[in-house]
Structure formats: C-alpha cells, structure tokens
C-alpha cells in the first residue's frame, strides 16, 4: 500500500506526471473474456480532454490511448492490462517561475514537504493530469459494470450559486452531454456557461458540484463494516484532485426527521423495493437494489490568474504572478472522472460480493 | 481484504454482534514501547455508551475494556493488541418481532439478501454496537498521535436545525463535554437538548452533524494519490452508521471564489504557514501543518418509536410496530467514534511517511 | 499489513502470547451458510495439543475453543469469526532464568532488538503456543474446503534420519492417526518414535519433513505472477515456526532431466489429466486438477536441554542452563499446522479464483 | 491484491507478456531522493537476457529499459516509477503450432482452465520473459539497500548432479560473473557447461539450484508471524517460474540435532553475533545481522526439443513437435531473477521495520 494503487480485486494503480513521458496505470483483476471496446475508453477519455470546449484550459492534447498488455483479440486475458497516454504538449518551460514559489492552496508545498524534492514542471504527480489514468481505468470498469447492466451517469448539479433545484434523480441525464457544462437543465446550464465565463474573465475560478446516479445496481454490493459501498466511494471521490465533500442521498437534507427520511419497503411484483430513496440506494454500507445517488463537492480550482502572496522554497516571502493555461472551472471536466471513480469501485465491490455466501 | 479491517501499518480488524458475546478488534502494528493508557481507552469507552444520559438509549452496558494480549509491563510489545467488551444486557427476546420484517432504512434487508442469512437479534453486526470497537482501536491510536503531540477533537455542530453560525475552529472545545449534547456552544447545547427531548417523546428521531479538529499536525501525512489524507478519512467516517456525507475546510461553502479560498501562504517565525485555512489542513492530500477541520454528516437513526409499512423475509406486507430501546439522535454519541476514526487514519498515515524519503 | 494477517479474501489475523490470557484469532471473509463443526474443529486443535503422546511437551492445556462471534445457529454469517484458547497452564515464573538471555537459534534476540522490549514469559507472541489460532482458523478453511470435495492431508514423512523411501504419494494415509509420530508407515514410524525418545533421553531435539497431499483440487486456483499457488503456499508453509524449507512435487529431486520429470497431458474420460505428477499438481502457479504434493523441512527445535553458550540483554556473556517443558520433536505435532496453512490459502485462492472469468 | 503485485511499502506491480508489446512494470513506495543508477539497472537485465552466452535461448532482445515516471534530475520523487523493456524479436508466428496443444508441464493447460482464453503466442503472461520487469524492480530495490550497505549476491549451486561441495558462505562469490553458468568455483563450473552442452545435444533440459547470500544485514527486518523474512522471501522465490523448493540456512541437512545446529551468541567487539550461522541469517522470521543464506531448487524447463504426447484445446489427444528457440538450462539466468526477488522482500521489509518501535 503505498497509495497509488485503489482497488482490491479490481485493482488498479497508477503513474505518470504532467510534463513528463506520459500518464498511464495498469488494472490487474479484470475478469477475463471482457469485450475491451476500445472506442468507449477513448471516447470517455476525450470527455474529460482539454481543449473540448471555450470553458476549459487550452492545453492541446490528443490523449490517445494505447494498450501495452492484457488484450488478445480484443478481449481481456485475466492478464494486468497497462496503458499509457503519451504528452504532446508538455511545456515544462512554462512553469520556470514556479520553480521555487508554493503556489497556495496547490500541492507544491506539501509535496516539497513530504518528499524533499520538487518536480516543479506543471504539478508533476499531484497535477490533475493523472486524472487521464483513472478515465481509463474507469471506462474498463464500466465495460464491466454494463455487461452486468450496471450504468453509471455524473452530470454538473452546481456551478457557484447556479443549482439544480430538484432532486437530481427527476432530471433526464440524456441531455447531460448537449451541455458543454455537463448541466442536465439546458436553462442551468445556460447560466453555468455565463457564469463561469466571467470567473475567467477576472481570473478566477469557481467550483461546484458533480452528481452521479448508477442504475441497474444488483442488491448486496459493499463489504462491511470497514469498506462500506459508500465508504469506498467516499474514499474514490475525495482522491479527486479539487473534491472536497461528498453527500449520499437526501436524508440529511432540510433537517428532515426519520419518519419523514425513512425508506419504506414495498413489494414491486415480488421484488423488494423502498417507496422512496432518501438512502441513496445503500443501507447498511450494501447496495439494497434502488438507485445509487450521491453529489461531490468541489472547490474552486486553486491555480488563478491573479497575483498571490506566498513563499518560495528559499524561504522568502514573495509575490507569484498568474500565469499560464488553467480551468476557471474544473467541475464539467470533472463529471468522467467521477464516473470512472465510481464504477472502479463498484466493479471491485462486485467481484467481492461473488463470496459472501456459500455456493451451493 | 474482507470488510473488517482498516488501515496498512496501524491496522484495525473488528469483530462482534449487538446480542453475541461480546463486541472485540485487534490492532496490529502499534509500535512497540507505548504507555497503553488504559483508563484513558475506557474513558473514551465510556464517552459513547449508551445510558450516559437522558438523550440516549438506556440500555445497560458497562462497557468493560478486557485486554487480551500485545500488552507487558502496560507497554505495547509490537505483538498484536486484542480487546472484548462482553455484552452484558443483551435481550435478543426483545427483538423477536423483528425475526422476519425488514425495518426499514435499517441493515436487514441489505444484510439478508447479502449475506441469505438473518442474525435479527439486535441487528447482529450492523448494530451501532460494533463502534464499541472503534472507539477502543481509535483510543490506541490517540495515545500514539498523542506522544506526537496530535490532538484530536470532536464536538456537535448541528442538531436538526440546531447549528453553529461561526466557523468550527473559533469555539473553545474544553466546553464540549460540559454539554450532553457535546456542543461547545452553551446556548445552542441547551436548544439542541431541547429538541432531542422534544423529538424522542415523538417517538422520532434527528440528525446532525459531528465537527473535527485535528491540531499538532506533522506536515505530510497522507500517501497521494489514492490513499490521500482526505480521502482516507473519508472512507473512515462514511463507514460509521448513519454517516451520510463529509465536508473538508470551508472552500466549498458560500459559493467563494478561487481568490476567495485560496490560502496563502507566510512565514511564521521561519515556519511556512497559511494565513487562512480554507482548505482545512490538507493539500493535494497531504496535511500542510495546519489543523485538520471537517464534518460528518449524520442521517436521523432510522429507527424510530412509531409504526411503518415494510416487507418481511417471506414476502409480505407488514406493520412493523415501533418499540425497543433506541437513540433519538445518535449524534452526540457520535463524537468519540468520529474521533476514533480519525486517530486510525492520521495514525496510520504517520507510520506511513516513515518511508517517504530517503533517510541519510 | 503488519504481520499478523494472512489471506485476501480468506483472511486470518491471530494475536496471543503463550503466557498471557490465550491465544486467539480472528476470520474474516469466510462465506456465509457454512456449517460450523465444533467438533472437527475441536478435533484438529487436539491434534497439535501438549502433552497429546509421551513425545511432546507435558505442559497441560485443554485447549478448549471458545467462538466470540460470526456464528449464528452453527452457521457462519458472513460476519467475522473470532475465537479464543484461554492458557491455562501458563507458568511465567518458569522462565525467570530467561529473563535476560537469549536463548540460541531462539526469537529472543531478534524480538528483542526488532521491539525494543522483551517479554520473557515463555517466548511471548513467538513460541509456537500460537499456532493454536492457526489450526482452528484452518479448520474453518477445511470445513470451506470439504464443501467443495477438497481434503488435505498431512503426515510425518522423515525425524531425523528415518525417512519413507516411496513417493509420498503411495502411502495409504488413513494409517497416520494410528501412529503417534503420524508416520503412515507402521514399521518406520516405529524406528522414529524410538529415535525421538533416543533424543529425548540426552535433552537432544531432532528435526524432520511434514508431506502434505490435497486431493479433489479444482483446475484453476492461484493467482499469478506473485500470488501463484506454490508460492503462497510457501509463504504460510516458511511462516510456521522452526520450518526451514519447502519442496514441491518430485521434478527436483533425484538430478532428472526435463524428458524425465515433465508430465504428459492424457484424456481420462474426456477430462485432461496427467500420466505422471512430478509437478505436484501445480504448474504455472495454477492448480492442474492432480493431486498437490509438497513437503516441509522442519530443523531440529532450539530449545534443547543442554546446556549452552550465549549472551544476554546486559551485554554479558553467559551459560543458559537447559530446563523447562519442551518438545524433543516438533515434527509429529506440527502436521495439523501444514494441514492448517494449507487450508488457509487454498481457500483463499478457491475465492480468489471466482473471479477469473466473465460470468455469462 | 490480483496477482500482479508483491510488497506492502515496496510494492511492485507487473504487467506484459512475451510477444506483445513488452514488458514492463511500476515500483510505488520507492522513498524519495534515491539516486536512480540507470546504468546498474540495464547491467542487471543484461544478466538476465537471452543470447548472452552459447548456454541460452538465442533469442534476440536488446531488453532496453525505458523510464516512464518517477524520476527528476536522475533521482527517484515519491511517485510510482514505471518503466517498460520493448520487444523487438517477438515471433508469435513461431508459436502456431501450439495454438492449441497444451505443452506437457507448462502453463497453457491450466491458464486456459483458468481464464478461459489462450494467448498462445510464447506464452502470453506465464513465458519466463516476464521476469525482465522483476530485475527492473529488484533493481531499483537493490540501490535502495545497497545505500543501506546491504547486497545480494546470488550465484549457481547446482546443475544436474554437479554441485558446491562446500558451505556455500565459503566461495569467493567475485568470481560468479567470470563463469558463464555463474558458478563461483571455476572446476565445477566448467563441468556444469559442460554438462549443459551435452544436454542441449540431446534436445533435453536440465534443472539445479540457486544460492544467494545477503550481507550488510541490519537486525530486526521481518515482521511476524506471517510475514516473517524467510516466508516472504519463499513467497517472492517461488514465483518465479521453474522454482519448485527453498531451502534457508543448513538446520536441515545431514540429519543433525539441535545441539549441532543451534547458533550460540557472542559478543563480537560489543555486538551481539552468533558463532556458526546454520539459522541462514533469519531466526523467529526476522534477521539477527548474520548473512542471510538460501538455496532455491530450480526443475529442468519444461520446453524441450523431443517430441511429447500430450493433448489439445479441442479434447484430442496428439503429439507436440519439439522446436523453437528455448534454454536447456535456465539456472544460469535464474541468478538475477533469484537476486532482484530477494532485493524487493528485504527492501520492503526493511522500509515496513521503521514502524515496530515508538520514536523517542
């Protein structure tokens, strides 16, 4: 455990910096026989690709994929599948004024800290740009989930003080890729795209929030009491560069007591089923059947075009000047990588849940 | 990795049903040589059991630490440290009507579609009892954090609508046990009383949330890019029942901008520091030196003293009448377990940057 | 991971000192629905009981097993499974003299210095009092294993230099129980009885071989490249006290070439077997369906009754006296703990292995 | 945990296969500042690669290491250092002629039952040329220790019936790289090429055994009782392909008795060592400072140039032609594969040793 590996039987680790080689990880404990649609991964690596849209950095890079292992004939071997997305653009020189200076709120001082060496080339390690390993990784998870029937749809629920205002399982989330912000509501959506807009006209940055909704859930996935379904999500969504909460459900909204939260169960042509999903389809740390629904927090992206006071690595106070290619707002950049998050670790609470009972 | 384990190096495994035995764990990887405090563990025990006060279930349990093993001399061996609590007032009678209905938003139905099995007595393992353990494991972690001069600190910030207005880190938290509701807030300890007092004679129940303050912190702990600190906490706390969502710092609150959150940084006597804490401790996943801040959020407990429609195992409709012994808010219990959680992850994450660098 | 787990999704933690309280484990993982058996499990721990034959330590314990939870009705439930021997003969005054010696070839030194702290009271966590936990936690795993047609079978093959001559595979091994050396050849286990005595008599400890088979082995289990079956079956095998080495199947004994010791693939009735077992029915790290084969070298015990040089925790140079209660032959006892080891892993992989392959 | 990764803090995860694109690897919990020799890491693989003497397999791989990650200014960052060894002189056209039958001893039979797909070209993941990516890791393991003033020297023991005579911590082991069977006594090296030869001649294979000492030990390296030193260096070792049996230290050979084997303590200018070292260095699963002393039995490869009856995917029974291009010895090579192993255990052990004692 050395904290680039997530996962214990659908296991992935990955690697990679910003301006390095490349990025790229391995999954080892995809079952094999999988279909690897190749077209699929790319396609959800693309979603998540700078310079998709106006509202996003312009750093231009083609992110392709390529296999290294664990695919013949276009099926998974029960081999480590390893992958790389090589950098195009990389622009270390860029990133010479910071080469001694803490940007604040980023992680360059407590890396600096933690390792006593700074890659100071565009974030190195900690730059969202390993985020392209867990879109891959993530999309293979979901070409598992969906043999299984299981989807997974994120959307933007929240840009500043622009909020879905209903629960966000009434919204159809097929709208969600016509909005280059990712908002179901095309009205929302609309008043996203001007807000965020105008935080990158003054330099700044907005944050917001991603909501996730998975479908087709199978009744008993999440292995207590340690690694709980929403714990491991948990765990999943906060490594997500920028993610600073998480919420699961509706039931500690509005201050709601338990008679008026709790989820009544009823029998759907003898199906067990519960009326209403305040629970966010996990009771007891398992997967009981309803929809999982859950929102992540993110914060303003802490890079901004604006002048800031900090410390260098010389130990002098000094002023760091903004510049270079950022986000105003990482939030719709973000709704893949949340999916990827989540169907890694529905696809490793799956394959756990094939021993909680005895075969018979 | 089966569910009841947690951690890498400080590693806590759990065991143990609402109405067996007893409640127990082992912590493996507690370095050797620790003063085990053994009244303070208790101490700590005795902070969440039930029967402490007129807000929270009277059932009868002294809640007894016995110490197996790993102990010499009241020093830690580095040998792995077993602890029980027996059950003591265990009436798995009382629950005979629960035999086959499923209470709903409860582990019942989720457990026995799981696992095809049904230990209903008291809930079995997804009884809140289990935390019994927890807070043990986690006492042995805030003797270590302690002798590293890292405090830990829990208190409620809201109860239903009961909350504190000002920033969690402005209250003086000596105040926190002089209030049953373990709020430092005198006036809104006293309004949150009320409302409990006034919710349980309703036969309901409410949430609320458990803030956390983590000072003394070494810069650096937290093992990017999965195990970050954040996310490590956050699988830690969501596994606590009724955990529904966290909250870390204050950069996701009020729709603040990038230049609003960011914290910069200065120097303090020769110290990097931060002016602001926004991001409330940690940066790209590792602690900055500043104190830890977050919140968990807890549903209302989901059983409540009045009847509801549900399910049982035979696939009827049934009543399920409301009666037992039970928490109307399970929030001020809360505060020990939130601690405890926090003393195995920030423990764990300590061992672990033991290896982060070159040692010369 | 701190040493005292075992097992991914069979997983074993142990704690217990041989002088202390007990000796206990816990299991978690084990499938819910599964019977129970006291009683076989009983049976097992009684074969590696003290005092069981005039060949073994006299020291007296009843060994009696107390489960703690994960049962309900005499099945698992999928909870995890704790369980406790209480020490009853525990004398610690019996070991003053150790007090600050480090007895030869024993842990005492390597303990010492790993912790920094000694507990002298009949070797602590090291004696081999803790393979208690690990006989009944492979019981449980056996029980998981005879569900599944799988035995294991372990048997004295070699003291000393009395060794069987045939292929352990052509002994009938129903004998082993009527043989207090559990030697499944009446006349050589008569020739090792005589010699452990002969040993005995000059306060002399001897070493020896446990074989093990496993028939009814499904294709397919072990997980490569690091957690092949054969080496995870080493592992467990090198972890048990005094065991110094392990060999599997027979293609390295006797100096053969690969024409010589390779296995032919045949069809017997439409199933793929193998005309020879050289391979000890493992290859590529991957079960074969044949028989698994191996034995484990056992050194002679260290703590012998003879006098002997050594040094102590003062720096000193001392004479330990020889004394106590010890065994002059492991061997005999040590059968139910590779039986035991085996079993953990193998149910182990059998869990892993279910996820292998795509489910249709 | 999926088979592809070995280490707790010193993890390395493993990924490709012998005729795809290459074969490659990722090290995380390599702490920060090591200098990353890269010219010691290619001489390692060079070691390792085929066609470096008449004794091996003639294919040609230049095996050039390629960094991916990890490394700034020629040192090591904290962050996952992955690399990749191209293949150049993959031929899976060589390789149709076993598209279905299963090669007698080899990997096909039981990978197929296993996964239920057959990359049949060279093996796929079980071809032994997935051992390049442990010499890369083992490398980088090895400047780790040797910065620590630990090495590793393995060296042949044994070819067929020719083999060291001596204890062999009595061998100049600077003379192992002047042989090309890397034996260190120059005689019986001779023979052993010999012997080679002549084994080729006849389209045979011979096994044998390689030993390997550790000098520069630090006492306390180990951590009981599963993951002892010794069983994790069986783990690691028979994993390897061809490895069948460990023996550590001489405590089991010649039948001797425990007065003749026990290691009695001295003080040696203040330090406390021992007089003889049968314990090979390890006692009670953790180091005590002597040099760590094993032997690992190798069998003769399974792929030999005679004709073999064997079977085929489609349930025939038929007769597999011997040809292609494959070592009649693979001892030889098996040096730095057996020298990399034990340089990711003790690394890792040694890394997993910080946290057993409080820090004063």
Do not use: W
């Not at 974030?123 to 990784?137: D, L, M, P």
């Amino acid at each position: 455990m050395s904290g680039n590996s997530i996962g214990h039987l659908f296991k992935v680790t990955t690697f990679g910096e910003s301006h390095g080689i490349g990025i790229g990880g391995v999954v080892d404990g995809c079952p094999a026989g999988l279909n690897i649609d190749q077209k699929f991964i790319q396609n959800q690596v693309d979603r998540r690709r700078p310079g998709q849209s106006i509202l996003v950095t312009q750093r231009k890079e083609s992110d392709k994929v390529e296999f290294l292992s664990g695919i013949f004939d276009g099926k998974s071997t029960g081999a480590p599948i390893a992958f790389i997305v090589h950098n195009k653009d990389q622009r270390p020189k860029d990133y010479d004024h910071l080469k001694s200076s803490y940007r604040p709120s980023h992680g360059d001082f407590t890396y600096t800290a933690k390792y006593g060496i700074r890659d100071h080339a565009g974030g190195g390690r900690y730059s969202a740009r390993e985020t392209v390993s867990r879109v891959i990784a993530g999309a293979i998870a979901q070409l598992l989930l969906n043999h299984e029937n299981i989807n997974i749809s994120g959307f933007v629920s929240k840009i500043g003080d622009v909020q879905l205002l209903n629960d966000i399982s009434t919204y159809d989330l097929n709208n969600t890729e016509q909005s280059i912000v990712r908002c179901p509501d095309p009205d929302l959506s609309r008043k996203m795209e001007e807000l965020i807009l105008s935080v990158k006209k003054e330099g700044d940055t907005v944050g917001g929030n991603v909501g996730c909704i998975v479908t087709g859930m199978p009744v008993g996935l999440g292995q207590p009491i340690f690694s709980k379904l929403d714990a491991e999500l948990s765990k999943a969504m906060i490594s997500i560069p920028a993610a600073k909460g998480i919420i699961f459900g509706t039931s500690t909204k509005n201050d709601l007591k338990g008679s008026e939260v709790n989820d009544e169960f009823f029998l759907d042509d003898g199906i067990v089923r519960t009326k209403t999903n305040h629970s966010g389809g996990i009771q007891a740390g398992i997967s009981n059947g309803e929809n999982i629904c859950f929102e992540v927090l993110f914060k303003p992206v802490s890079t901004i075009m604006q002048n800031q006071k900090t410390v260098d690595s010389l130990g002098q106070e000094v002023e760091l000047e903004g510049k270079g290619r950022h986000d105003p707002c990482v939030v719709p950049r973000a709704v893949p990588i949340v999916e990827a998050m989540a169907a890694i670790v529905i696809a490793d609470m799956f394959l756990m849940n094939k021993s909680s009972k005895l075969t018979i």
